[in-house]
């Protein structure tokens, strides 16, 4: 079908507006399922999800325990839950805080990787710490791909970075760039035939 099962994205500080970016700049069309890990505080409001609406076709939805995974659908971690992904759905859970996070993008990454290894791409952004980075490399070594938003274009530079320090093939793409980034990964250009001579 295409060239991923699942995208996870790992977002944190200044991340709303990576993340409308991101996701404003995915076609309607876009297939593989898009699952969103934003760091918030375990009383955050349930905004996110129709701001994000606001700026896509897709479907954004905030995730809740056994949803199903659907194309043209973009998933949001519920704040004060880790995400994980199965096969075909998504579960949640409050097991503890992880490097004072819950949601957790690592919880989340390294569940797709070994869910869905070979066809996870994974997503880092912005944001004022390391969490992504191991399950990034994860997603990696389980045979997925990676793109890292290159830190000179993100409001915190220190999560981009970690990340590229975990990743070093990581592809590094300034922030207007990773929608078609994405989009190019997923469906592979075809090579033009050769001219005959």
């Known amino acids: ?3 991923a099962s699942i995208v996870v994205v790992g977002a944190s500080w200044g991340g709303l507006a990576a993340l409308t970016c991101l996701i404003g700049s995915l076609p309607a069309d876009f297939e593989v399922p898009v699952i969103i890990v934003q760091h918030r505080s375990r009383n955050a409001d349930n905004l996110l999800a129709g701001l994000l609406q606001d700026a896509t ?16 659908s973009v998933y949001i971690a519920p704040a004060n839950y880790h995400m994980l992904v199965e096969h075909g759905h998504l579960s949640l859970t409050t097991d503890p805080l992880v490097r004072f996070s819950r949601p957790s993008i690592d919880v989340t990454f390294l569940s797709a990787a070994d869910t869905y290894p070979r066809s996870t791409i ?3 952004l912005t944001g004022a710490n390391d969490d992504g980075a191991r399950g990034l490399r994860h997603i990696v070594d389980r045979g997925g791909r990676a793109i890292v938003q290159d830190p000179a274009t993100a409001e915190s530079p220190v999560m981009p970075n ?3 320090r975990a990743v070093p093939e990581a592809s590094v793409v300034p ?23």
């Open 1 to 3: 079908m295409s060239g």
């Open 57 to 72: 076709p897709l479907k954004v939805i905030d995730a809740e325990d056994k949803e199903p995974l659907l194309p043209r």
């Open 122 to 124: 994974g997503v880092i």
């Open 162 to 164: 970690a990340a590229q």
């Open 175 to 197: 922030l207007p760039d990773i929608a078609e980034h994405l989009v190019k990964m997923i469906r592979p250009q075809t090579q033009p035939a050769a001219t005959a001579r």
